[in-house]
């Protein structure tokens, strides 16, 4: 299984609603990473977890809040978000963060996520 | 830090004619250099990479790209398009010895014409 696994695909919500994002990888990585981008944009880093611990934090805005519950999934908590972030969300595995020299990043399908 | 430069936005290009994509990076230290391939509604998918040896690489699918180290350049190009090609190009930069950021050119829109 060589696959990084989004759900939903799609999400629309109000500004006003609590949402989670998704995603699986059956790969054995211990490495995980949320992106957000724009249309005709590149993707923008916003989180990583190495070993299921908050690695890096791109300043991204305390509305958005990453969970790792185990090394196969990570989770993006969604609160009280603004039109401007709406974005495709995509989610990345790697094998190793801290200790191998390379680690090729596997992106999942995205979710699209409209906030009105 | 490192940066990349893609110069080229979008790029018409007939099938079955030749194609080039522009990647120029800037870095202080060793680089490995990555082309990722985005077609509508999807996520990335790493189509070559360029660590280390040999500065020419390929895809499976046709695509080559150059490591020039003197022009710090990793061009993309493939000989003969198809219509299947057309999708959004990226090519991306991180610091060698590093897992870390991959740091992301601006992105090259490929549409090939019948």
């Known amino acids: 299984d060589t696959e990084v696994t989004q759900t939903p695909k799609h999400l629309v919500m109000g500004m006003t609603n609590k949402k989670s994002l998704k995603c699986e990888q059956h790969?054995?990585?211990?490495?995980m990473y949320w992106y957000k981008q724009k249309a005709k944009k590149p993707p923008e880093l916003m989180f990583v977890?190495?070993?299921?611990?908050?690695?890096i934090n791109e300043s991204v805005p305390s509305r958005f809040s990453p969970e790792c519950p185990n090394s196969s999934l990570l989770n993006l908590h969604l609160h009280a978000l603004q039109p401007e972030d709406s974005a495709l969300y995509l989610c990345?595995?790697?094998?190793?963060?801290?200790?191998?020299?390379?680690?090729?990043?596997?992106f999942g399908p995205g979710t699209r996520l409209t906030v009105l | 830090a490192q940066s990349v430069t893609q110069l080229d936005s979008q790029v018409p290009v007939f099938e079955e004619a030749p194609v080039e994509l522009r990647c120029n990076y800037s870095?202080?230290?060793?680089?490995?250099l990555f082309w990722y391939v985005q077609y509508p509604n999807q996520g990335l998918q790493l189509l070559l990479k360029?660590?280390?040896?040999?500065?020419l690489v390929e895809s499976i699918n046709g695509f080559e790209a150059e490591f020039n180290k003197s022009q710090t350049s990793f061009h993309l190009r493939k000989p003969s398009v198809h219509i299947s090609d057309t999708a959004e190009y990226f090519c991306?930069?991180?610091?060698?010895?590093?897992?870390?950021?991959?740091?992301f050119g601006s992105g090259t829109q490929l549409t090939v014409l019948p």
């Open positions: 990345a595995s790697s094998q190793d963060w801290a200790r191998s020299s390379y680690n090729e990043q596997f």
């Open positions: 790969m054995g990585h211990r490495a």
């Open positions: 977890y190495s070993y299921e611990k908050l690695s």
């Open positions: 870095s202080s230290v060793s680089v490995y």
């Open positions: 360029y660590l280390s040896g040999s500065t």
């Open positions: 991306a930069v991180t610091r060698s010895g590093s897992a870390r950021q991959l740091t």
